[in-house]
């Protein structure tokens, strides 16, 4: 399933710590088996439940994490080490922030909804369980928690605060 995840999601051959690229793998696998979905339906489920969108899972992810590398190379560029960013922990993060929505969502018949866990428990806590499982750092497991509305009570890392930010892009900017 490596291969197929890979194939879906390029962007995470973009982590170079080979041992965190491998534990978000096994995250997106451990999530596609409990959620009863492949990788390649995460070219078809949609994003998100709130707005009819033709957007897929993978789309979103996908944007969010270039989004996120792309300040990443701007805050290299332009302000050197002032800013002091993982890569690594920021990609993990991006890739993962929806990770919680495989098992949050479920397909039937009449389409996408809700599914019995993810009626009582969304995905920003779900996926930091499935993270957790898989030995992601704490740092990524922040990342995971804070991206959403639940995260706004609470101090964000930077990294927290890109991911948060680029997905609010994707989502704000999607018409429903």
Known sequence: MSDEIRMVLPEVDWIEDEGLREAVVRTY??????????????????????????????????AVTRIARAVYDVFKDLFGGRIRLDRDVLLAGALLHDVGKLVEMEKKDDGYQKSAGGKVLRHPFSGVALASQEGLPPEVLHIIAVHSKEGDPYPRTPEGVIVHHADFICFETVRG
């Open 29 to 62: 696998t451990r999530a596609l088996k409990e959620g009863g979905w492949t990788p390649e339906d995460l070219t078809r489920m949609p994003f998100t439940l709130v707005k009819d969108t033709d957007i897929s899972y993978a789309d979103h992810v996908r």
